[in-house]
């Protein structure tokens, strides 16, 4: 099992550009997770998906932000445009829907915009 | 709603001091507890969970017990090692409503173990 796969794992872009985190989960897994992390405001849940859908968005700071899971193994996570403010490491995680819920994290993309 | 509050760090021990990092819950509904521990550069990962109350959820010499009487649920090692230096994070999972599936998490407490 890889678990969760991540890409890019480091991303340096300017003001103003698209960006785009991809996130591969662990076959089999129900739901999936994007997290941001910061220093100032720590681990913040943006959105998650059962089974593909959108359960709860109400995480995404504003309409610069969206994510979509067109299949079980991918799921995208979209800015734009980029601002400064949006430097973070964006963690995508996924789960079971059974058992005591143990999510499974990937390494993590860390997004610089200068 | 439901929260988690770990005590505030950065905690910094000497190898083989006894490590304690608080944490206490909010919750709705009961709740399944977690510890999860972030080492540098990486993802966060388990380190254990308690699924009930008086539970004790343990691994690689860390301990937590699920006290629902005082909604808490300590970390504890006897002993660290410097490679325990990490950020840890208290979670909790609300079985009931429309929020299954979601870990709402504390704030971390960086921890950092000299030699």
């Known amino acids: 099992d890889a678990g969760v796969i991540q890409s890019p794992r480091h991303e340096v872009t300017e003001m103003g550009q698209e960006v785009t985190l991809r996130c591969k989960p662990i076959s089999g897994h129900d739901y999936l997770f994007w997290y941001r992390q910061t220093m100032m405001r720590g681990l913040e849940l943006l959105i998650y998906?059962?089974?593909?859908?959108?359960?709860?968005d109400s995480g995404m700071p504003e309409d610069r932000f969206s994510a979509k899971m067109p299949n079980a193994s991918f799921s995208t996570l979209k800015i734009q445009p980029s601002e400064p403010r949006d430097s973070a490491v964006y963690f995508c995680a996924s789960s079971r829907a059974r058992g005591a819920n143990v999510l499974t994290f990937g390494a993590g993309s860390r997004l610089t915009v200068l | 709603g439901d929260s988690v509050t770990q005590m505030e760090g950065p905690v910094t021990l000497s190898e083989e001091a006894f490590l304690t990092i608080n944490c206490t819950y909010t919750a709705t509904g009961y709740p399944s507890l977690f510890w999860y521990v972030q080492y540098p550069g990486e993802g966060l990962q388990l380190l254990l969970k308690a699924t009930k109350a008086d539970d004790k959820g343990s691994n690689k010499g860390f301990e937590a017990t699920y006290r629902k009487e005082t909604t808490s649920f300590h970390l504890e090692k006897g002993s660290v090692q410097v490679s325990d230096s990490a950020v840890y994070f208290c979670a909790l999972s609300d079985p009931g409503g429309t929020s299954y599936g979601k870990l709402t998490f504390g704030q971390g407490t960086i921890l950092t173990v000299h030699p």
């Open positions: 998906f059962n089974n593909n859908v959108p359960i709860d």
